[in-house]
């Protein structure tokens, strides 16, 4: 198993340009997440999903939209790419199992917007 | 709001030494608490969680409820134990993650 995978590994964005990040994962967990990671800082959750068809916001949405048409993918979309969204950015999985969880995680994109 | 402190950025020991990486929470319900790492060129993984209250690499943590804390100790560090740790708190399957502390373990 590949669990899960992230494309690009690195991005340079202009301000303005959108663009989308991939995740997959081969593992059938029904939870997939989005965090950023910002310097110094720790991950803080965007954009969730429960199953297919259903995404809920985290704590920072703003300039972003996550779709998630099947159990395995869950692309991020930056909408109109901004300075302050130049950070790292994680997917990952969770099954859940009797209230027992564990997320797995992607090896992450490196994105910069100048 | 839950909010999870890592107040130890960098944390600097000898082989042999004892290692004690902080982590305090404020959260009004029952915590779920865990402790990822980040191992050089690695995805972030599961280090170990509360409810199982089990010791992995030889990690252990202990909730302290009435501290509000979750601290993660390893009485004899390792040079492999040199790494990131982050300390999450979970809440309907979703984590808040502390800062994180860069454990250097030196020879």
């Known amino acids: 198993n590949a669990g899960v995978t992230q494309t690009p590994k690195f991005r340079i964005l202009k301000i303005g340009q959108s663009m989308t990040l991939q995740c997959t994962q081969d593992m059938n967990h029904n939870y997939m997440y989005w965090y950023r990671q910002d310097p110094g800082m720790g991950l803080k959750l965007i954009y969730y999903?429960?199953?297919?068809?259903?995404?809920d916001k985290g704590e920072v949405p703003n300039g972003y939209n996550v779709s998630r048409s099947t159990t395995e993918d869950f692309p991020l979309r930056l909408l109109s790419a901004a300075p302050s969204q130049t950070s790292v950015y994680f997917c990952a999985s969770s099954y859940v199992s009797g209230g027992v969880y564990e997320q797995f995680f992607g090896p992450g994109t490196r994105l910069t917007v100048l | 709001a839950q909010r999870v402190t890592q107040p130890e950025k960098l944390l600097s020991v000898f082989k042999g030494a004892p290692v004690e990486l902080k982590c305090n929470y404020s959260y009004s319900g029952s915590p779920e608490l865990f402790w990822y790492v980040q191992y050089s060129r690695q995805r972030l993984q599961l280090l170990l969680r509360h409810i199982s209250r089990e010791s992995i690499k030889g990690f252990t943590a202990d909730l302290n409820k009435g501290e509000t804390s979750f601290h993660l100790k390893k009485p004899f560090a390792q040079e492999e134990d040199s790494a990131m740790y982050y300390c999450?708190?979970?809440?309907?399957?979703?984590?808040?993650f502390g800062a994180g502390t860069t454990v250097t373990v030196r020879a």
């Open positions: 999450a708190l979970g809440r309907y399957y979703k984590l808040s």
């Open positions: 999903s429960v199953g297919a068809g259903i995404t």
